[in-house]
């Protein structure tokens, strides 16, 4: 009979602990694939061989790159056989750590093994790692264009900010938190605090900031938590640029008779002269 208790007690311990034995730890997403900046430079300084494989447009990798990386796009990665006979992290500008994520774990499932540089190359020079190419171009790693905001406007893990000083024009951007600057630096930095608490801030975070003009993006930048500053983009041209960018896709999707305007002939054209 004692024997059978416990048997029982067992059994019932097993039922209500199993569960909390069987749960798979919750982690961020792709938070595994993230190599952070300061585990790559000490590896690399540490002369492990690593391919570091810059996924960016060849036009942007010939502005700058880290030394010693490879332009090799996305898609292609797979072709290349000879990236599997080393480690991989993946570089990228910054503001697209959990798509990078996806990207490393399938090549994973290719028998490859990727990471993702953590923040990109603006977390790179954020940790004083170095680049390579044109110095004037060295600024815009902590830009994002026109283009590439319009295709990931709707990220879950980007936090964007409007900073015109009377964010108005909701409908451009709607996802956009507006945040009119204002001449005291401290009650910018304390509204920038309070809305970034109210957000789920991951690894994977990127925050996008404009204004109109796409002007004094350095400055602004200065006003965030220091935590933070490694992974502020500004939109290139500001609200301005992107406006122009939508109002042109928009207009490109339309039928080509409504993109064509009739304007009559001009002045001296009338009498059929060419002179």
Request: hydrophobic content about 40%; aromatic content about 8%.
């Amino acid at each position: 009979m004692k024997n059978a208790i416990t048997v029982v007690s067992l059994i019932f311990f097993l039922s209500i602990s199993m569960p909390a034995f069987c749960a798979p730890e919750k982690k961020q997403p792709g938070t595994r694939l993230l190599t952070p900046v300061t585990t790559l430079m000490q590896k690399l300084n540490q002369g492990d061989h690593i391919f570091l494989v810059d996924i960016r447009p060849a036009k942007a990798f010939s502005q700058f790159k880290i030394p010693g990386s490879l332009n090799v796009k996305a898609p292609l990665i797979k072709t290349k056989a000879f990236l599997k006979t080393r480690p991989i992290v993946l570089i990228h500008q910054g503001f697209a750590n959990r798509e990078m994520a996806a990207v490393a774990k399938g090549l994973n499932t290719r028998d490859f093994s990727v990471s993702v540089l953590q923040g990109g190359l603006a977390a790179w020079t954020h940790k004083g790692g170095q680049l390579v190419g044109n110095p004037f171009s060295f600024k815009t790693v902590h830009t994002i264009s026109a283009r590439e905001f319009f295709a990931g406007s709707t990220r879950e893990d980007w936090v964007i900010l409007n900073l015109s000083p009377q964010p108005s024009d909701k409908k451009a951007v709607p996802a956009a938190i507006p945040l009119a600057m204002e001449k005291s630096e401290d009650n910018v930095s304390s509204r920038i605090g309070q809305i970034l608490s109210t957000k789920q801030m991951s690894d994977t975070t990127s925050i996008i900031i404009f204004n109109e003009s796409g002007s004094d993006y350095t400055e602004i930048s200065g006003r965030f938590p220091v935590h933070y500053r490694d992974r502020v983009f500004g939109l290139t041209g500001g609200l301005n640029a992107y406006q122009d960018f939508h109002n042109t896709r928009m207009l490109a999707n339309r039928p080509k008779s409504e993109r064509i305007r009739e304007t009559g002939d001009c002045a001296p054209c009338t009498d059929g002269s060419t002179d």
